[in-house]
């Protein structure tokens, strides 16, 4: 079935499953190669990157442990901004190599937010794997180490990703019909 609705859109299959798992695999053999004997801890980002979580850890090999963080946001005080708390961090980074495990990064304010927010607790050094990246959404300067998808700036659905908290479920990624 390549057409699917969520909620009130039409999607077109846009990542097969095929497609992403072959992928992942690439991605985690080079996580694997450069993060060896680091201990990496890797911090998934709920609730969108589960799926990719779940299936990248599955190919990781090298000794690591895998925790799962929230991120809540509201309106801030400055300019309107968001400010994004993080929830669910119990485990000390201090020294640590960390791997931010993320669904997709668009304008890669959540990622520089959290990048902010973890440094505060003196980590060795900070990754990003994400599952997707918009390259022509970026409007900060963030370095994104693994990425599994480079995709154009379209809204997408699915792998863990929802519109309008629909369609986390599906195992492959749709792009919207406009
Ligand atoms: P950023 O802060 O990089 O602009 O936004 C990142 C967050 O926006 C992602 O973690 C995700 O929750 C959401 N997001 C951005 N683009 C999409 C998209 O195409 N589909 C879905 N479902 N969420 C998106
Ligand atoms: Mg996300």
Not at 55 to 69: G, H, R, V
Not at 121 to 139: C, G, M, Q, V, Y
Request: glycine share 6%; hydrophobic share 45%; with cysteine.
């Amino acid at each position: 079935m390549d057409i699917i609705r969520v909620k009130d859109r039409d999607f077109k299959l846009f990542l097969p499953k095929e497609t992403i798992t072959a992928r992942i695999a690439e991605t985690a053999q080079r996580i694997n190669e450069e993060l060896a004997g680091k201990n990496p801890l890797f911090l998934a980002v709920l609730n969108g990157s589960f799926m990719f979580a779940a299936d990248l850890m599955k190919q990781i090999t090298i000794p690591c442990e895998i925790s799962f963080i929230k991120l809540a946001s509201y309106e801030g005080m400055q300019q309107g901004g968001k400010v994004r708390e993080v929830f669910g961090l119990s485990e000390r980074i201090d020294g640590r190599t960390v791997v931010i495990v993320e669904d997709i990064v668009d304008s890669g304010r959540t990622m520089l937010q959290l990048l902010d927010s973890l440094n505060t607790r003196n980590p060795a050094e900070i990754h990003i794997a994400t599952f997707l990246f918009k390259p022509a959404a970026l409007s900060c300067p963030l370095t994104l180490d693994y990425v599994a998808f480079e995709i154009p700036n379209d809204f997408v659905v699915g792998y863990g990703m929802d519109y309008d908290g629909f369609g986390r479920n599906l195992d492959q990624v749709y792009t919207v019909i406009p």
